[in-house]
């Protein structure tokens, strides 16, 4: 069997992973990068309106012969381990002829972002699997592994074929809501494993003051009991953990989680995966306010919007119940405290990468609105990565996604087999 990683050997983001059998060629994971060739932030900008012949030529776009629309496919598969766009971002430009596999909430969180174009793939040829069942394709037998990961719903990826055993990670961690997934693993870890394809994210990176999501609830809780001001806080809508969190925040304090349309909407298409995710309608601890936004807008053409009437808050509750009160952040929604003057005296909790603060920093700074960075990682920590590759007891590590494939080395030792971009290797 053969193995490329296309992208995301020295860094993190644009994961892009093949694999061929004799008869049979899969890809795991298609993802936009993250980083330019000089270490600083993508501009996604860039890709706008540009072919695939240009974005070839940029490096944006990897040189894969029988892969893209227009061409006779040779893949057989697409493995998606979960919704983030460094890991699907580039789907767009792929045969649509090729299935893509994926977990359901994935499935679900990527038709939301191609509703409010977020997204320019349009998930259509995808196909939901179920989690630990085998399925064949080609050459391959394929077993989905649930695992605790920021990105709801994701898969890190057993793949077997010409006697080798694979185990690709994905993006996982072991300290979220779901870190019985990792200490299942750990328990019973798949076996004979040839080559682990592994992910260090946070290598080179310092763990932060926060080591848990529930670490987090507890300074949610906090923050919320000593409340003398109004919050507001910054994370993704799709980050369900963080989600919940703020939630068993509020509901600790007897506080009022206030969250948009869109955040709400994720919420209910998310509840037949799991009942322990937060709904609009479930009582005086979460709310749904309206500020006018094109997303909003979209959501009443399409009727969903009026799913959350019952569910609703004013700006004048907030503002009578304003120590009581949590606002998930949005453009629309700070635009709109800010025009009332309601930002006097608030707080901002900065519940994400440090990376995007810079974006919106000067605004709340503009309005003198204190900067409170409450954060746990996404990903796993040195420890957890450690933990995870002595359970599993692969034949070689394989780094990935990552900035600092050298200090696999030091972690791993002769384990460690360090592929660079691009280069085809026999496993």
């Not at 894969?64 to 979960?82: C, M, N, R, T, V």
Request: proline share 4%; glycine share 6%; with cysteine.
């Amino acid at each position: 069997m053969k193995l490329t990683i296309h992208r995301g050997a020295k860094e993190v983001g644009g994961t892009c992973i093949e694999l061929q059998s004799k008869h049979s060629r899969i890809l795991i994971d298609f993802g936009l990068p993250l980083v330019d060739k000089n270490k600083k932030q993508f501009d996604f900008k860039k890709i706008k309106n540009k072919s695939k012949e240009d974005l070839i030529k940029s490096g944006v776009l990897p040189d894969i012969k029988e892969l893209y629309k227009g061409e006779q496919p040779a893949f057989d598969a697409i493995l998606l381990s979960h919704p983030h766009q460094d890991h699907y971002g580039l789907l767009s430009f792929v045969n649509p002829q090729i299935p893509v596999y994926l977990s359901l909430g994935c499935k679900k969180l990527i038709e939301i972002s191609y509703f409010f174009g977020q997204t320019v793939y349009d998930p259509k040829n995808v196909k939901a699997v179920e989690k630990w069942k085998p399925f064949k394709h080609g050459d391959f037998t394929i077993t989905p592994y649930l695992v605790d990961h920021s990105g709801f719903d994701a898969l890190a990826f057993l793949i077997e074929s010409e006697g080798k055993r694979i185990f690709y990670s994905g993006d996982f961690r072991g300290h979220g809501r779901k870190s019985v997934l990792y200490e299942n693993i750990l328990k019973n870890p798949p076996k004979n494993i040839d080559y682990l394809i592994l992910e260090g994210t946070t290598l080179g990176r310092q763990n932060g003051q926060y080591h848990s999501e529930k670490d987090i609830e507890n300074e949610l809780t906090r923050l919320l009991r000593d409340n003398r001001s109004l919050f507001f806080i910054a994370c993704s809508s799709q980050n369900i953990d963080r989600i919940v969190s703020i939630y068993r925040a509020c509901r600790n304090t007897d506080c009022i989680f206030v969250i948009d349309p869109y955040t709400a909407l994720i919420l209910h298409k998310l509840k037949e995966i799991s009942r322990h995710i937060p709904q609009s309608n479930w009582g005086e601890h979460i709310r749904v306010f309206f500020a006018p936004s094109s997303y909003t807008k979209k959501m009443a053409k399409d009727n969903t919007l009026f799913k959350f009437r019952s569910a609703k808050i004013t700006y004048e509750q907030i503002r009578i119940k304003r120590n009581q009160i949590i606002i998930k952040d949005s453009y629309s929604t700070r635009m709109y405290f800010a025009k009332k003057n309601g930002l006097t005296d608030a707080t901002l909790i900065y519940s994400m990468w440090d990376g995007y603060l810079r974006e919106v920093e000067p605004f709340w700074n503009k309005y003198k609105v204190l900067i409170v960075k409450v954060h746990s990682s996404g990903h796993a920590y040195i420890e957890e990565l450690q933990q995870f590759v002595k359970a599993i007891n692969p034949t070689y590590i394989i780094p990935n996604h990552t900035f600092y494939p050298e200090k696999y080395l030091e972690l791993f030792g002769a384990k460690t087999r360090i592929i660079n971009d691009k280069e085809t290797v026999e496993i």
